[in-house]
């Protein structure tokens, strides 16, 4: 480091073996992954599920991460907004992404949210860089299928239907 100077001249000296040296400067970054701590959240009870969000390494300073969110659930119409960067304060070594289900009328499909961690600066994404929470529907929905759906006006072959009830029976 600094200015330096060599009263060497090149004639006094001879390059010997080995003649090359490599020096490995390792990182100090922080790591940082995800996973879903509490993977089932539901509209019945709205009830949450939640992220946690770790990093390993130094934890002196503060440290931004973001993350994308991305699935079939909707940011604001499932479930309520939770931004794209949380704030890991100096000491802190993991923080929590709640997601908080809103409740709907509409009878739809379990919905899924997936958090990807992003790269950013100051830390690398590592090898948990994803996870999913599904967010479980509570509307109750009755489905109808033809199971026999051959039926004959003569002799004794009538068709069937069955009809299936999904949800809570309250």
Sequence with gaps: YGDWSSDVCSSDLSVGTPNSATVSILD???????QATDALASEEGL???QFTITRSGPTLLPLPVTFNLSGTATEGLDY???GTTVLLQPGMSATNVVIQPLQDSHAEPDETV???????TGYAVGAEAAATVTILDNETVVTVVATDPSASEAGADPGTFTLTRQGPLT
């Design 28 to 34: 100090n970054e922080p790591s940082v992954t995800v």
């Design 114 to 120: 997936l958090l990807t961690l992003l790269p950013g």
């Design 80 to 82: 309520a907004s939770v």
């Design 47 to 49: 009830q949450p599920g």
